[in-house]
């Protein structure tokens, strides 16, 4: 079960939702209790008309998760089943649950960061008072790059090494972390 469990994940997150669907057919002919892999597979079948909706649902499961929140479960479940999957009661759940892993997670959003760290003396002030309790939750493509090229610019050449190298574990083939990478290897100490 916990083979077909994995695959099945993966091939979520590859966007692969029939595949998905079909290995967690095979977990729950396993183990038919098991939550996860029925939920999987209400996503994965959601995902082949609402694909968005379903990436946000599986998101946060599996976010919530990891959190140890123990009724992730029986919410999710709530949501697709019970729920009149109309867009805009949707959008509005989706929206809500965003700011609900922001709490979770003790984070703050980019946007909210840049308005704390208005200047180059307030953006390294700022950084290193929320470093080591609270997250800096970026959603889009061209906040990270802003953010990249801020540490760089105020002097966190490691921090920016570090942020790259992780974002490049996740997006291989994305260009900008691939030159940023070779830009930070050849700078010198």
Do not use: C, W
């Amino acid at each position: 079960m916990i083979k077909y469990k994995e695959l099945a994940n993966n091939s979520f997150f590859k966007r692969e939702y029939k595949k998905a669907l079909f290995n967690y057919a095979l977990a729950l002919k396993d183990a038919p209790e098991d939550k996860e892999s029925r939920i999987g597979a209400l996503l994965s079948d959601m995902a082949d008309e609402r694909e968005d909706e379903a990436v946000a649902l599986f998101e946060y499961y599996e976010t919530t998760k990891s959190l140890g929140q123990d009724s992730a479960d029986e919410m999710i479940e709530q949501i697709i089943n019970g729920v009149d999957l109309n867009s805009d009661y949707l959008t509005q759940l989706l929206d809500g649950l965003e700011e609900h892993i922001i709490t979770m997670e003790d984070g703050i959003e980019y946007k909210d960061f840049l308005h704390l760290a208005q200047n180059e003396e307030s953006f390294k002030k700022t950084l290193e008072d929320i470093m080591f309790s609270t997250k800096i939750i970026i959603h889009k493509k061209e906040d990270f790059i802003d953010f990249v090229n801020l540490l760089l610019e105020n002097g966190y050449r490691e921090l920016a090494l570090n942020y790259v190298e992780n974002a490049l574990a996740y997006y291989p083939t994305e260009l900008f972390f691939q030159k940023k990478l070779k830009q930070l290897g050849q700078i010198e100490h």
